[in-house]
């Protein structure tokens, strides 16, 4: 293993659960340190190489717990493994939302990038086809990349036991805290002080709301 810092910790997702305003707050603890928000080494960036992905926690490397939030790591299925493989005892956070909401939250985020062009029903009803077939390929090429995959999956994102599933495949549940983001919300300080817990970190400050 190389001698470079890495992560302690990874946000996983979803995709437009607050995973961001999440990675925000828990930086408030001054024994934790978050890497540039969306790496997407294990997903997209995976060519750039373990030690480009380790420099990135450079500056964190005195830190107790350093970590980074790429929310479709917990989508995308050749990620579990790819993690597994780069270090087997890291920690997870996963904030989950409403799937209804969340995939409307996610089409019009779409839009406003210009990733899609489809009216919300013909999206929905175009997004079987759209990502036949692409986790296969996806799982089967280190390389590959899907833009409907990524982009597209508005209800397939919301399937949370099938994305769990796969993570808890290689890896023991103990290591996954799963947040809801209503209550994540609506109870700040209780969920901020349970993760830091969870990442073995003593009670931080909670001065503002997510």
């Known amino acids: 293993m190389s001698a470079l810092a890495g992560p302690t910790f990874l946000i996983l997702g979803a995709q437009k659960a607050g995973t961001q305003s999440l990675a925000e707050a828990l930086a408030w603890h001054p024994q934790l340190w978050m890497a540039t928000p969306e790496l997407h080494y294990f997903d997209l960036q995976l060519a750039q190489g373990e030690a480009w992905y380790r420099a990135c926690f450079a500056e964190g490397a005195g830190a107790a717990a ?4 790429s929310p479709y790591y917990l ?3 050749a990620v579990p493994e790819r993690v597994h493989r ?14 209804v909401e969340r995939a409307i939250a996610h089409y019009h985020h779409a839009r406003r990038l210009g990733l899609e062009s489809l009216p919300a029903a013909e999206a929905l009803a175009a997004e079987p086809a759209r990502l036949r077939g692409e986790a296969a390929r996806l799982r089967r090429h280190p ?3 899907s833009f409907s995959h990524q982009h597209h ?12 599933g796969g993570w808890l495949s290689v890896f023991p549940r103990e290591r996954f805290l799963v947040l809801e983001a ?9 969920n901020l002080q349970a ?3 969870f990442l073995g970190l003593p009670p931080g400050p909670v001065t503002q709301p997510l």
């Open 195 to 197: 993760c830091w817990t």
């Open 143 to 145: 390389g590959a990349a």
């Open 75 to 77: 989508f995308h299925p």
């Open 153 to 164: 999956s508005y209800r397939s994102r919301g399937l949370y036991l099938d994305q769990l």
């Open 66 to 69: 350093r970590g980074e939030s």
């Open 182 to 190: 209503r209550d994540l919300q609506q109870r700040p300080r209780e």
């Open 86 to 99: 780069f270090q087997p005892d890291l920690r997870f956070l996963v904030v989950l939302r409403d799937p």
